[in-house]
């Protein structure tokens, strides 16, 4: 359940290429959403925050913010943001049972291997308080496999992810799809989720 040493590596080298990469007006606009949602005041997480952008964005409207990634270097970033607090870590060991009102894991969590996802699922749904909001977003596909530049993915069909977040104790309340290029320059289909707990 570690994180991926190979993916990590590729993070570390390629922050300000990362950090480059804007929100598309689709992505912004669900942030937005997102932010609505929760109660001015509320604690949120940034689950795999990567440069710390989103984070920084929730903070900014009145939210009180964490955010963690097992990047070094994307940490780094991330606590450039104002209001936001930072830490280091891996998925592995997130743990915070009745702590969040909102949780957002833009993706972060197709890095996980398939057989981790159950119990990272579980931990995430512990987390937060009852009724609270979780963003999950991830490639559609089948399997597991590396991009160009070595980062390791898992891929899920729509009916998979539904069966996994109802199992953890979520409740499915809308989706999107869509396509994006990649910071390894390929098209990948893509789906979002938004689910209470």
Request: net charge negative; with cysteine.
């Amino acid at each position: 359940m570690k994180p991926d040493a190979t993916t990590i590596a590729v993070y570390d080298a390629k922050t300000l290429d990362y950090k480059k990469l804007g929100p598309s007006t689709d992505e912004r606009k669900v942030e937005v959403r997102f932010a609505q949602s929760l109660t001015r005041g509320g604690t949120v997480l940034d689950y795999g925050c990567g440069p710390g952008r989103t984070a920084g964005y929730f903070a900014r409207q009145g939210l009180i913010t964490h955010a963690f990634d097992a990047s070094k270097e994307m940490v780094k970033l991330a606590r450039e943001h104002s209001g936001v607090t930072v830490w280091q870590a891996g998925f592995d060991t997130f743990s915070a049972p009745d702590t969040y009102h909102g949780i957002w894991a833009s993706f972060s969590l197709l890095h996980a291997v398939r057989s981790d996802m159950p119990v990272l699922l579980g931990n995430i749904h512990e987390a937060l308080k009852v009724g609270g909001k979780f963003y999950i977003a991830l490639k559609l596909g089948q399997g597991e496999a590396r991009d160009g530049l070595g980062r390791l993915y898992t891929y899920y069909e729509e009916e998979e992810l539904r069966e996994l977040l109802s199992a953890a104790g979520f409740k499915w309340q809308s989706h999107r799809t869509g396509e994006d290029v990649g910071l390894d320059g390929t098209l990948s289909q893509l789906i979002s989720v938004l689910a209470d707990a």
